[in-house]
Structure formats: C-alpha cells, structure tokens
C-alpha cells in the first residue's frame, strides 16, 4: 500500500512540475514570434518619373517593406509587381530581352504579369497597381498584415 | 618547496583527492592515440573564439545601417583589427574541421560505447550548436551574400509541416530578412548559443575526466599508459601551439575579406551559396524534395545521436561491423555531396 501511495504522489508531483512549465514555456514561445504589424505604412509610393523610364527598362523600389519592382513595357504601359520571389524569397532580376524575371537564387521564372513560368516557386508575383499623376508614377498596394 | 598559494590554499581546503587524481590520472597509448589530440584542440579553438568574439563585440553594431560599417571600421581601423576579425573566422571554419575529425575519429573506436553513451549525445549536440554559431555569424557582416545566404536559410524550413512557419518566422523576427533578424542573429551568436554551448561543453569534458579515454576494443591487449600529468598535458599544450601557429599563418596570409554592404532591392547576386559545412545540405536541398532533404537529414541526426543505443553489439564488447559500415557510408555521402556541390557550382 504504502508504494501504490509513494506512486500516486510521484505522479501528482510529476505532473505538477510538468504544468509548471508548460506555464513557463508557453510565453516565451509566443514572446518569441514577432507581432504582426497590420502596417499603418503607406501603401502608395511614388517610385519614378516618367522620363525616368526608358521604354522595357525596370526600376527596384520598397513597398510594404518588401522589394518591388516597376517596369515599363515595351508599348509603353507600366507595371508593378512584388520582387520577392516566392520560392524562398530572393530579390528576383528584371531579363528585358525575354519579358521575365529571373530568380538567381534556385532558377524561379516568372512572366511579365507575375505568373509562375518555371520552378521551384510555386505561387506567382503579387501584381501592384499604377497609377501615372503628370510626370509622376505611383504604386499602391492593399494594406495588409506583413 | 611549496609555492606559497599552494599552502595558503592547503591551510583552507583539502586539496589531497585533487592532487592523488592529477598523480594517477594516465591516458592509454596505443595505435590509435593520437586522435585524442583533436578533442583538446577543438576545447582550445573553442577557447579562441571566444576570446576573438568578445573582442569584436566591442566594436560590432547590430544594426543594418552600422553592421557592414562596423566590420569595416575594424578592418581598417581599428589596431589589429584585420587580425582579431581574420582569426574569428578562420577559427570558426578550424574548429568545425577539428570537431568533425573528433566526432568521426570516437565514432570509428566506438568510444560511444557504455558507459559514454551520454559523452557521445552532448558531443552531436555541441557540433548541432556549433553549425548554429556559424549560421547565426554569416549574417552579421551585412554583405549581399550573407544577406541572400541567410535568407534562403531561415526560409527553407517554411517547408516542415505545422512547426515550420513558426520557425521561419521567430529566426527572421518578421515576414523577411531585416533589422529584426540581424538583431537575432546577434543576439543567439553571442548570447544564447555562448551560454548553451559552454554548459554542454563544460558537462562533455567533466565526463571525459570522470570516464578517462576509452581504449578501442581492437586495442583491448595493450598495456602502455601515459601519466596525464605532465607528459600528456605537455604533449597537448605542443598541438595547441601548432594549431595556433597554423591559424595565424592562415589569418595573416588569407586575411578574411569584407564584400560591399548589401542592398536588399538588388537582384540576388548567381551563386548564392553556403560555407563548405552546409554544402552537403544544399546539395541535398537541389536534389532531393526540400521536404524529403530536410525530413532526412533531421531523421539521420537522431538516428546518428541514438548510435550507442542502438550499438548493442560494442555495448557487449563486441565488434560491430555494422556500424563501421554505417560510419563509412555516412562520411562517403557527406565528402561526395560536398564536393559535387562545389563543382556543379564551379561548372554553373
Ligand atoms: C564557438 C564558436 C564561434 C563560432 C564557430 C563563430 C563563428 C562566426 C562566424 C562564421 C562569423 C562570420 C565571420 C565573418 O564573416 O567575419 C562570426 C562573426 C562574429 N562573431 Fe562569432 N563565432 C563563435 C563565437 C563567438 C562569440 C563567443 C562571440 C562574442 C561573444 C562572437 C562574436 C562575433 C561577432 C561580433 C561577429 C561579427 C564580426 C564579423 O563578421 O567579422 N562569436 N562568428
Ligand atoms: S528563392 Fe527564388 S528560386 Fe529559390
């Protein structure tokens, strides 16, 4: 009798001690993963001017705190699209010969309107809206959680 | 002839069980010895980073507008600051040689064998931190290598199931690689890890002390010993010179070299790799699945910390040629893959 007691308090003890610091563990894990910040940061930039941008040239600019990209089309219209590749994050690079980009970091392709064209990355490039004010061009970008 | 802290220090404590253990303490000589050496070596290496870290901390500023500046104002500044810096770095890529030589040198005497068991598991975990002291300092230089490497890094294991993001994110201390994660990296290289590594380490070597160096079973007949002190201490302290004099002539002849500051809007530079310890994983990363890569290499780590449980036969005395082979096949893949990875990097 007296083991089958010493047993039942061992297992309240262990248990105890186990809650304990789950207690402890628990926040520190959630301390640990950085808030989202449900950006108050502008979603509009303005990135260029128009005679900035040469006809199938491509400027590099921050967005939402990411890389994004604003290239001018061959005909002339302008597009904007995000620079993270969405493999494994790479700034990917503008091919004006073949109207792509190109992720250096494992090959990723993708097409002028953000869509997947080679792999390893799976999803396409998030697309931005431009908006041309006179001479000048401007971004935007749905506010979001980063 | 007693020195007099010998006797201030006698008149206080009892320091006759310290002195019986130095006099009989011996390590056994045999074929084999001299791979006893790199165990002391990778404790003095280890000594050495530490010494060149704390040094470097006094000028490095974490931040992504002062890092890159910091090195370099070390480099080209501060009084031998080329010297500290190059000593760090060659030291962290010596270290992790020694240890791997240490690791694979036990693993073929089978000195994980009981009662060492617990010697072997604080031995992989040490190497586990040791990885993470070099992964967490690449970044810290802020160059666009270390920038693109580092964020492959904390990318790729996004890939694992349920834990994965969750990991991704508290290694980057957001959705990308930013101030936030050179804070982290700084923070876990030297604070977290030091403190990690140092308890392990100091348990790794009390056993040592406590167990003495185990005698490889093929060596079971010899009977030569060396007294610990002072010949074999005498003969560790001439390996730490050699070492120390081979690591200045690397650092003075190859000093480590600094790249620009990255500018994270630049497309990744081609070529975005590791440092020779991760190759083999990259390698495995681009030709496997990334969960299939991942997923076994984390499987061969456990499975490669449970050998002397798994060992039954070296646990009886006994010799296992299965686990010689498995030792074999383990170094083959990892020498093959790394030397593939460097040259398919080279053709590319
Ligand atoms: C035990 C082993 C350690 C290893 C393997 C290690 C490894 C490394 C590596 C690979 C780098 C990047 C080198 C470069 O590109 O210059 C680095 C940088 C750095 N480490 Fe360590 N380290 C260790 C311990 C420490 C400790 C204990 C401290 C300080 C308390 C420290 C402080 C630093 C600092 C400030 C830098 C940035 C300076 C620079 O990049 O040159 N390290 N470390
Ligand atoms: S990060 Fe772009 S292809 Fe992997």
């Not at chain 1, 005679?51 to 600019?61: C, G, I, Q």
């Not at chain 2, 890092?67 to 104002?73: K, L």
Request: net charge positive; proline share 5%.
């Amino acid at each position: 009798m007296a083991s089958t007691r010493r047993q039942f308090l061992n297992r309240i003890l262990g248990g105890g001690i186990t809650a304990i610091m789950a207690y402890i563990i628990y926040p520190v894990l959630k301390f640990l993963d950085p808030p989202s910040i449900s950006s108050g940061e502008r979603s509009k930039a303005f990135v260029a001017t128009t005679e900035e941008m040469s006809l199938n040239s491509a400027k590099f600019f921050r967005l939402l705190d990411r890389a994004a990209v604003l290239v001018r089309l061959p005909n002339g219209n302008y597009k904007s699209l995000s620079a993270k590749c969405t493999d494994l994050g790479c700034t990917v690079s503008f091919r004006p010969a073949g109207d792509y980009f190109h992720c250096n970091c494992h090959g990723s392709e993708f097409s002028i309107n953000g869509r997947v064209l080679r792999g390893p990355a799976a999803r396409p490039l998030e697309e931005y809206d431009v908006s041309v004010v006179g001479d000048k061009i401007y971004v935007s970008a749905p506010v979001k959680s980063v | 002839m007693k020195h007099r802290t010998a006797r201030f220090l006698e008149e206080r404590i009892n320091l006759g069980p310290v002195r019986d253990w130095i006099r009989r303490k011996a390590v056994p000589e045999h074929k084999y010895s001299v791979w006893y050496y790199f165990g002391g070596l990778a404790l003095f290496l280890i000594v050495v980073q530490i010494i060149t870290g704390i040094l470097l901390a006094f000028y490095y500023s974490p931040t992504p507008s002062k890092a890159n500046e910091s090195v370099r104002f070390i480099m080209e500044k501060v009084r031998y600051g080329w010297l500290i810096r190059s000593i760090h770095f060659w030291g962290a890529n010596f270290l992790i040689a020694v240890v791997l030589v240490h690791m694979f040198s036990t693993y073929f005497m089978k000195a994980y064998r009981k009662p060492r068991e617990v010697m072997w598991v604080l031995g992989s975990l040490i190497l586990g931190l040791l990885l993470g002291f070099a992964f967490t300092g690449y970044l810290l230089p802020w160059t666009t290598l270390s920038y693109f490497a580092t964020k492959i890094g904390v990318n790729t294991p996004r890939v694992l199931p349920l834990i994965g993001n969750y990991l991704s994110r508290i290694m980057m201390g957001g959705s990308d690689v930013g101030a936030a994660t050179l804070q982290r990296m700084f923070t876990l290289h030297t604070v977290v890890l030091p403190l990690l590594a140092l308890t392990l380490i100091i348990l790794h070597v009390l056993l040592s002390q406590v167990f003495g160096s185990s005698v490889p079973l093929s060596q079971s007949n010899y009977d030569k010993q060396m007294r610990f002190f002072p010949d074999y201490l005498l003969r560790d302290a001439a390996v730490w010179t050699v070492g120390l004099a081979i690591l200045l002539t690397f650092a003075t002849v190859f000093p480590a070299s600094l790249s620009a500051k990255v500018n994270p809007l630049q497309p990744a530079p081609a070529g975005t790799k590791p440092m020779w310890y991760f190759l083999f994983m990259y390698q495995s990363l681009r030709m496997y699945s990334r969960t299939a890569a991942i997923g076994s290499i984390a499987l061969g780590a456990l499975v490669w910390m449970a050998v002397p449980f798994l060992d039954r036969k070296s646990a009886k005395g006994k010799k296992s040629t299965f686990f010689t082979l498995f030792g074999l096949a383990l170094l083959i893949y990892l020498v093959s893959m790394t030397v593939f990875a460097d040259i398919s990097m080279k053709i590319h």
